[in-house]
Every structure is written in C-alpha cells, then in structure tokens.
C-alpha cells in the first residue's frame, strides 16, 4: 500500500515563496494498492496534478473517491480532476449528503455555469455516485474502509482504510475539544470525550490529523472545526498510533512556521514519553507501507 499527498494545507490555496517545503495545495491524498485500484480522499486543489499523474499511468483507471465532507478546500479540484473527462477511467465517488438528497446535488453546486463552464454532463469516464453515513463499510479484495463522524461544522467523515496487516486513518477538520484549555488538561478530556474516537484509530500504522493551529493559535479560533497540533499529538498517542502525520495548515503559516509546529510537537511527545513518530505532512510526499 503507498500513500501519497497531494494537497495539505487548509481552508484556501497558498503560493510563494515561504510556502515552499510544505506545499500549497489543498486536501487531497492517494493510496495505492498492487491490483492497481486507487483511492482518493477529498479532491482539493491537489486532486489537480493527480489527475495528470493518473493519465500517465497505464494501469490505474479504477479509482474509489471519497469526500471528508463538501467544504470547499475538499471539492475545489474536483471540475479539474481530468480522468473524469476520460472513457477509460471507472470512478466511485462515495460522501455524506448531509442536508441535501445526494451528494450529486453537491458537486452539481460548483459543476454548473456560472461558477464552472461545464456540467457533470460533460463526463466521459464511468461514474457512480454512493451516498454514505457514518455506518458505512466497504470492502474489496485489496482493502477495506470503514467510517466514523467527526467533529466540524457540517458533519466530517474520518476514514480507516486497511490492507493486509497494515492500517491508515484519515482524520481531517476535526475539532477534538472545543472548548478553552490548558496543555495538563488535554489527556483528561480526550479520554472523557472521545474514548470511540481513539478506538477506531487504536494501533494504527498511520493517522493523518488535522492540527491547522499551534495551541497558542487555537484559543483565538474554538469552535471553528479545527485542532492544535497538541491535541493531535495527544490523541495520536492515547490511541498508541505509529505514526502522526499532521495536515491541514492553517493558510497564514509559512514553512517556518510549520516548522516550528512540528517542533512543538516532537517536544511534546518526548515530554510524555509516547512512542507516537510525528511528521508534518506536504504536498507530494510518498509513503510505503
Ligand atoms: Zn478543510
């Protein structure tokens, strides 16, 4: 299984300089299986450049695409995504309606005149549309994916995707305590909070978390759908995770700063003396597992 990033920054596209290392894309993550299925999850600006990349590739045309949820970071790429525009890809798009009858109507939002030149009519690839909850499971003969909500306005879907013995969950815009709080009291209320959370991420190869803040910038922005990267960092090693990837930068950092994010958190885990491996995620990255 290889997982790549094709977006991680939050909220809106950045570009220039100080955004480097890190990348400007938004949401957009790959993983790749040896029977040449691929899935997405959420077709922000990064799904850009995948789509591309697909094109090239000979075998790849079965692509399983899944959404977090329809704010725009996550959608932005979609009328850019090029294999929908071509017959030989067979696509499933799989989210959560939430207020609407189907996740069509959704993408029918953005994929119309005036805001896109073209409709879903213009389509030439094979595509299915899967509305889904949070009890949804799927499975194939490569892997399966199974769901739970998360914590954002406008309900957010985190994915576990497993293959084989090795697993990857994917958590992004989640709040997990949204409310005022101090760092000694960040273990108490994950626990008390969110015990079906840590469960479902529980042993987990690798966790990729939203932690769009620093906790110093988190206290100005409660309630707006995002962590610190402590929280992150102290979920990640509640639930024993072996690897803590943190996603979703906030728009104003710069890779300096993100570097110091990541810092901050290494610090942290040392401190409590967790196994959990932290890395800040970027746009084009490659993991194999
Ligand atoms: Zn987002």
Sequence with gaps: MKVKFWGTRG??????????KYGGNTPCIEVSFDDNSVIILDAGSGIRELGLDLLKRVSQKKIFL???????????????????????FDIDVYGNPYV????????????KPPL???TRDEFKSIVKYHNIDNQFKFETEKFSIEVIQLNHPNPTLGYKIKNENKTIVYFTDNELIQNNHSIDELERLLLDNHS????????SDILIHDSSYS?????????WGHSSNLAAAM????ARVKNLYLFHFDPQYSDDEIDNLLEETNQFLQKIQSDVKCSASSDFLELTL
């Design 215 to 223: 906790i110093y910038d988190y206290s100005q922005r409660i309630g």
């Design 196 to 203: 079906e959370l840590i469960s479902f991420c529980k042993g």
């Design 235 to 238: 979920f990640a090693h509640l």
């Design 11 to 20: 909220s809106i596209t950045v570009t220039g300089l100080h955004h480097c």
């Design 100 to 111: 609407y009858n189907s996740i069509e109507d959704i993408i029918d939002l953005i994929l």
């Design 66 to 88: 899944f959404f977090s949820h329809f704010h725009t970071d996550h959608i932005i790429g979609l009328p850019f995504f090029t294999p929908f525009y071509r017959p030989e």
């Design 116 to 118: 896109f030149a073209v």
